[in-house]
């Protein structure tokens, strides 16, 4: 699968020269495969996910999903959870949000991170699909939990916007990138405790 900025996404089989199907949506696509290779997800403006059949991309999305946030939100990236239970949706603003990539009902949204330029921030899931991470335009990155949407660690060290976060499929690793690249043990150690505490 490729996505481009002229609205285009296509399906691509590497043994042949031309794409195998084109699709095209309005605003800047983001596509991800489920962890099967069954299914992939189209991301796009107005605050959109839809879902397609590998199989039967031309006969259209089997589901389509919107985020509770404005409908003048555009998903810049998208990407399913390593169980396939989930998809998280980075959006232009600061809009992170989880869906059920089931029935599509938001689970919940992080609002805390900066992105008021409107960069292309794009989150990961870690390897077991407990915690998700993105990142922020102030350099920060942010960790929560999947399943209860809490804030487990905000990691500070970045001079600029982190445009992407991932973690390592085999390691308690965690890597951010901006100007930079930084690399994190995860979980991160606990804070020392101030000096009489």
Known sequence: MSASVDGTVRS??????????????????SVAFDPNGL??????AFNMVRLFDVRKV???????????????????????SPTGKH???????NYLFLLDAF???????QTEHANAAGALLEPGFSADGEFFAGGSED????????????????????????????FSPTAAL???????????TFPPPPAEAPPGA
């Not at 942010?142 to 445009?163: C, D, E, F, N, S």
Request: proline fraction near 4%; charged fraction near 15%.
């Open 139 to 166: 350099g920060t990155v942010y960790i929560w939990h999947t399943a209860t949407g809490r804030r487990v660690a905000a990691l500070g060290g970045h001079v600029g916007p982190v445009g992407a976060v991932r």
């Open 174 to 184: 965690l890597a951010s990138s901006c100007y930079n690249l930084v690399f994190w």
């Open 58 to 80: 031309t006969e259209g999305p089997f589901a389509t999903f919107r985020g509770e946030g404005s409908p003048s939100l555009d998903v810049m990236s998208v990407s399913f």
């Open 103 to 109: 029935s599509g009902a938001q689970l919940q949204a």
């Open 87 to 93: 998809l998280l949706c980075a959006t232009n603003e």
């Open 12 to 29: 691509w089989d590497i043994r042949q020269r031309a794409c195998t199907s084109r699709l095209h949506v309005k605003g800047r696509p």
């Open 39 to 44: 299914v992939f997800a189209v991301a796009s």
